[in-house]
């Protein structure tokens, strides 16, 4: 199993510009997340999606977009890029809570992300 | 509105040093699940231990022991005789089980605590 694989793993871009940032998992996993990291702040929940089909806001969504056609993917889209999104963006997955509570998160290796 | 609270920004210590980092969480649900990651220099998080509610046992793992105590709302992670490669940040997170009608897995974060073991 490669686990949560997140692609690129290094970005750069220039403010207004689009990109997608991808993760995927091969755990069969239902539950998805994305969550971006910044000095002092811990992680914080952009967006998630409890199955393919269903995506949900998380606490900071604003400027990202998230779509989920399968189980195994899950991307995440910057629309215009400001210098507010510097940060390092990470994916997780968990079996749902049908399969067993409090499932532990699997993360992956992360995304750094620079906007100038 | 549920929150996680660690307190110690950085904790500096010297190699054989004991070091407990801080966890105070904030929810009302009675079912919750709470959560220790640490991230090494290298960025990656790895999963250290998962506790849910219903069970106040302290853990120990190795050098690695956990107090989880409700009536204070704690969840503080102790390392004994610490090494260097324990340098890392550690992140204390927050699980519901539920959330309204839906069960989602959403990790709620702490600030982190920075640990700096020195030789």
């Known amino acids: 199993n490669a686990g949560v694989t997140q692609t690129p793993k290094f970005q750069v871009l220039k403010t207004g510009q689009s990109m997608t940032l991808q993760c995927a998992q091969d755990?069969?996993?239902?539950?998805m997340s994305w969550y971006r990291q910044d000095p002092g702040m811990g992680l914080r929940l952009i967006h998630y999606?409890?199955?393919?089909?269903?995506?949900d806001q998380g606490e900071v969504p604003n400027g990202y977009n998230v779509s989920r056609s399968t189980t195994e993917d899950f991307p995440l889209r910057l629309l215009s890029a400001a210098p507010s999104q510097t940060s390092v963006y990470f994916c997780?997955?968990?079996?749902?809570?049908?399969?067993?509570?409090?499932?532990?998160?699997?993360f992956g290796p992360g995304t750094r992300l620079t906007v100038l | 509105a549920q929150k996680v609270t660690q307190a110690q920004t950085e904790i500096s210590v010297v190699e054989k040093e004991d070091v407990t980092l801080d966890c105070v969480y904030e929810?009302?649900?009675?079912?919750?699940?709470l959560f220790w990651y640490k991230q090494p220099p290298s960025g990656e998080l790895v999963f250290l231990i998962r506790r849910n509610s219903f069970d106040e046992q302290n853990e120990i793992s190795g050098r690695y022991s956990w107090n989880f105590q409700k009536s204070t709302s704690s969840f503080n992670f102790t390392i004994t005789a610490s090494q260097v490669v324990d340098s890392a940040v550690y992140f204390c997170?927050?699980?519901?089980?539920?959330?309204?009608?839906?069960?989602?897995?959403?990790?709620?974060f702490g600030q982190g605590t920075t640990l700096q073991v020195k030789p």
């Open positions: 929810t009302r649900d009675t079912t919750y699940y």
């Open positions: 997170a927050l699980s519901e089980a539920t959330l309204g009608s839906s069960n989602t897995g959403k990790l709620i």
């Open positions: 999606s409890v199955g393919a089909g269903i995506t």
């Open positions: 997780a997955s968990s079996y749902s809570r049908a399969r067993g509570p409090g499932n532990e998160q699997f």
């Open positions: 755990m069969n996993h239902e539950y």
